[in-house]
């Protein structure tokens, strides 16, 4: 956050000067340009390299809108949104094709502006994803940080005619090819591989023991309990410190609690592991364990069947080794014994909400490994081999 508010600051502070003809206006260009440029690249970027998780949350937003037939494209939209993002910003900061950019900026501004209001205005979904995982902004800051954005982006494209490339042609094409390649390069390797870089709770070296708690100092939650009580046969409402209940003929009617301000919440929310013919809750049996490798299947009709045929082996070698091995998936055991064969069923599977198992390893399957609740490893199926 520290990051956008500085940020944010340098291109107010440029206008200011400029509106007291402090600066010129080139210099007043330039300052936006490049601070907007940078603020795309890395918004670009902080999400391609996780094209996965970003379509998840492209997923919420198309079933809010009640666009669901568009799900099965979220993963598209996904990398041609970062990938027009980064080039949006490559260009402006290579100054090029300026007049086309700056179309294609406000528009792109203008849309995520009312996306973020609709989101904020109904709650409808809880982080708006500009950042992925490296960032969580709530709705109403995230459509703030849009309307800033909008107007920085009308700035600019007002003053369009002062932007110039300060590279030679050939200098930029070269910039461009370089760059294509690492945008094209980027998701493919994640989406077939890791995320090369990991802003989620569950990376590796992440503590789930501690994590899953707060500390003592955290911030607690804020609430106001509203009473409503009957004077004379009129229903009033009163705050706590009124002690309406000392008020003499006052009839009790009812009370409302309100949340004022939200707490501190836990790194790691939702990680609990369930045997689901029980309905025991297993998850500090697993956290305890000195060693322990999970199978992740967010959803057992969506897995990729190579996938489990190809870590198998390496399964068979951790069950013979007596390490203890479970798996985890959002789907019931008679889905799962449906969809695998009886040669990937040697080990049992606990249920786990969907959400966190899509969270602690973007692959389906995937492998996890933990001793005593830290996460010490975790691979993509491709990638997993036990040594």
Not at 60 to 87: H, I, K, Q, R, T
Not at 140 to 169: A, E, G, M, P, R
Request: glycine share 4%.
């Amino acid at each position: 956050m520290s990051l956008l508010i500085s940020l944010f600051s340098v291109q107010i502070l440029s206008i200011i000067l400029l509106l007291f003809r402090l600066i010129s206006i080139n210099l007043m260009t330039n300052i936006l340009r490049f601070s907007y440029a940078f603020f795309l690249l890395f918004s670009g970027f902080v999400k391609i390299i996780d094209p996965l998780g970003f379509s998840y949350k492209l997923q919420e937003y198309f079933e809010v809108f009640g666009m669901e037939w568009l799900v099965p494209l979220s993963l598209f939209f996904s990398v041609f949104v970062c990938v027009f993002e980064l080039f949006l910003g490559l260009f402006l900061m290579c100054g090029i094709h300026i007049r086309k950019v700056m179309w294609g900026n406000l528009l792109l501004m203008i849309f995520f502006t009312f996306l973020t209001f609709f989101s904020a205005y109904f709650n409808k979904v809880t982080d708006c994803g500009c950042f992925g995982d490296f960032m969580k902004l709530d709705p109403w800051h995230s459509f703030f940080k849009d309307i800033h954005l909008l107007f920085i982006s009308v700035v600019l494209f007002y003053f369009q005619k002062h932007i110039h490339s300060f590279f030679s042609t050939v200098t930029i094409n070269r910039i461009v090819f370089i760059c294509l390649i690492l945008f094209v390069f980027t998701p493919i390797y994640s989406l077939s591989h890791l995320p090369f870089i990991d802003f989620r709770a569950y990376k590796i070296g992440a503590n789930i023991v501690d994590d899953r708690r707060l500390p003592d100092n955290a911030r607690k939650d804020i609430y106001e309990h509203v009473w409503f009580y009957a004077i004379d046969g009129q229903v009033q409402e009163f705050q706590t410190s009124d002690e309406p209940w000392s008020i003499d003929g006052a009839v009790f009617k009812d009370k409302v609690t309100k949340l004022i301000s939200k707490g501190d919440e836990p790194k790691i929310v939702d990680f609990d592991i369930v045997q689901s013919e029980l309905d025991n809750d297993v998850t500090d049996s697993i956290l305890n364990l000195e060693k322990v490798y999970l199978v992740v299947c967010y959803d057992i009709e969506k897995t990729n069947l190579k996938g489990h045929e190809e870590i198998n082996p390496f399964l068979q070698e951790i069950i013979d080794s007596n390490v203890p091995l479970v798996g985890l998936s959002a789907s019931s055991n008679i889905e799962i014994k449906n969809k695998l064969t009886s040669s990937n069923l040697n080990y049992p599977f606990f249920l786990v909400d969907q959400t966190t198992l899509k969270t602690m390893v973007r692959s389906n399957p995937g492998v996890f490994l933990m001793e005593n609740g830290v996460v010490v490893n975790k691979w993509h199926w491709r990638d997993f081999n036990f040594n």
